[in-house]
């Protein structure tokens, strides 16, 4: 299957700094990635969905300054959570899918104090 | 709106004892349907696609089958390997606009030795 990974994969900051997550393709092309937001033990959120070369599309009720996606180049997805609070601890997850078939990374635990 | 239900939400099972886990969905013309496997504080693995009602697909103790209102997950002898959450996911067709798939809360399944 398709490999996609993200790095970090976990990351502790200080209340009030961003965080930048990175998403990548490792062996296809991807014009669309997608970034979830997973709650313990609870099923996938989908943030928001990444299009290279244009603006993302953000899902109702996820805040576009908040988490601010960049789709540069067609391997990478950036997704920048800006001023962290301890209520973004979460763990993130990103996918893309060389076909009818989403692949997703590992995931980052992200951990704000 | 496209729904997706999973049940039992958590099932424990002994090594050996044979069981299914099942999807129920509705969705405005369907694309695919996926099974998902996720160890705790990683993204989801891809298991396998369905795409129409009949199909059936197996990978090692795992069967996969669809019918046009819901999939199961078959597990044969399991083996306590096994023990992780499924998640089920819906693609719908994008003919109907949308091309975001749908996912399951999952079934938490524990394979007791």
Redesign the interface.
Known sequence: ?AV?S?HPSRVICKSGTSVKIECRSLDFQATTM?WYRQFP????M?MA?SNEGSKATYEQGVEKDKFLINHASLTLSTLTVTSAHPEDSS?Y?C?ARPS????????T?LLVL | EDQVTQSPEALRLQEGESSSLNCSYTVSGLRGLFWYRQDPGKGPEFLFTLYSAGEEKEKERLKATLTKKESFLHITAPKPEDSATYLCAVQPDPSGGSYIPTFGRGTSLIVHP
């Open positions: 299957g996609v993200q997608f033990k609870k099923s996938l989908l969905t763990f997850i996918s009818e078939t989403q692949y997703f990374g590992p995931g635990r």
